[in-house]
């Protein structure tokens, strides 16, 4: 049986760990943002702008294709946070029960 110190001690590391790990991939999004932003394709001012950008509606249906790409991401998100939550609950409803159960003995 652990004891409360080597419970603390777990969720220290783990704390630690996923800090971490939060850092690492900030600093791979940064580095991946920076190279594919050195990537970007060089603009001659003397070509007319029609024939290097998209029209208006292509923007249009770009930016809402992209906003739909975001939403489904953020509902998948919400969707397995909501289901860890519902866990968690559980796991608390059971450790309290646990510990009213040994509080009676």
């Known amino acids: 049986m652990s004891t ?3 419970f603390l001690d777990r969720v220290q590391n783990e704390f ?3 800090v971490k790990q939060a850092q690492d991939l900030s600093l791979k999004t940064i ?3 920076t190279e594919l ?3 970007m394709p ?3 001012p003397n070509t007319p702008a029609q024939s290097i950008f998209p029209t208006p509606t292509e923007m249009v249906e ?3 294709a992209f906003t739909n ?3 489904e991401a953020r509902k998948d998100y919400a969707l397995k946070l909501a289901e ?3 866990d968690a609950q559980k796991q608390f409803a059971q450790t309290a029960q646990r510990v009213a159960d040994a509080a009676k003995n």
């Open 4 to 6: 409360y110190a080597d």
């Open 16 to 18: 630690l760990t996923t």
């Open 31 to 33: 580095a991946a943002t």
């Open 37 to 39: 932003m050195s990537s």
């Open 42 to 44: 060089k603009i001659d």
């Open 62 to 64: 770009r930016s809402f």
């Open 69 to 71: 790409q975001l939403l």
């Open 84 to 86: 860890l939550a519902t």
